[in-house]
């Protein structure tokens, strides 16, 4: 009976350290808004996140603008990572997105690209030869590297009269898809579309100088405050999702 009796101590101490265990967290589901010419990095780093959180990150990709558009008529979105820095300020200053949670997580860089090799000299100078019936280019409306390859063009005082040749996809994707199935010669491109990390590049391109477009500083915002959200955006933030952005050719903050 002594036995038994000096054993429950033990056994209520098993139970109250049961009780008091942390829980572990309850997978979470994450739907995040993602311009397109971030397609690639982003899946490496959702991929990542749910690996070492056990949460799942639903990606939507598309043009900036239009996702812009949908999430200020609702769309059910966690977060938002633009291809510019207007659009989540102009949430956040609306009060659509979460106040102070807006950051830049990369800063995308323009090319003139064709598949093949030697057709896109290093300067540019292709554009003023006119040896091509189509250049492929992001809508400047809705596509922030559209606006900057229009910039360009207008800058380098050939917007109009390459007017006629120029087909207009809806994001910086559908610009790539052109050139890559020949329906355009060539095209204004993301940097990060042609550069695939331990993968040489492929084909001709121009290093368009800097001071031809407006930077393009890629920002994020959080839309719906959650744990699971703001863990995402911390993780995008980490020195790990850096290496990755910097991987697919983006510079980083």
């Known amino acids: 009976m002594r036995g038994r009796l000096a054993f429950l101590p033990d056994c209520l101490a098993l139970l109250v350290a049961i009780l008091v265990l942390p829980v572990p967290a309850t997978a979470a589901e994450i739907r995040v808004a993602v311009a397109s010419n971030f397609r690639p ?19 939507i990709f598309g043009a900036t603008g239009k996702q812009f558009a949908q999430i200020q008529h ?7 990572f633009a291809a510019d820095s207007q659009r989540p300020a102009q949430l956040e200053q609306d009060g659509v997105a979460v106040a ?3 950051f830049t997580y990369a800063i995308g860089k323009l090319v003139l690209w064709s598949p093949v090799a030697g057709y896109v000299d290093p300067a540019g100078g292709v ?55 020949g329906s355009a010669e060539l095209g204004f491109v993301a940097y990060a579309q042609i550069r695939q990390p331990g993968k040489p590049l492929k084909g001709s391109y121009w290093d368009i100088p800097q001071s031809l477009y407006s930077p393009i500083e890629q920002q994020a915002v959080l ?14 933030q980490s020195w790990e999702a850096l290496k990755i952005i910097g991987a697919f050719g983006y510079a980083t903050p």
């Open 74 to 80: 609702g769309a059910p979105f966690d977060a938002f």
């Open 100 to 102: 102070g949670t807006r």
């Open 41 to 59: 990095a982003m899946q490496v780093i959702a991929k990542r996140f749910e690996n070492q959180t056990g949460h799942e990150v639903i990606l």
């Open 127 to 181: 554009l003023k030869t006119g040896s091509f019936k189509h250049i492929a280019i992001a809508n400047p409306e809705l596509a922030p590297y559209g606006q900057a390859a229009q910039q360009v063009l207008k800058a380098s005082g050939l917007w109009e009269s390459l007017a006629n040749r120029l087909v207009r996809g809806e994001n910086i994707v559908q610009a790539f898809q052109f050139v890559t199935s």
């Open 223 to 236: 839309l719906k405050d959650s744990e699971p959200a703001r863990a995402f955006l911390q993780f995008t």
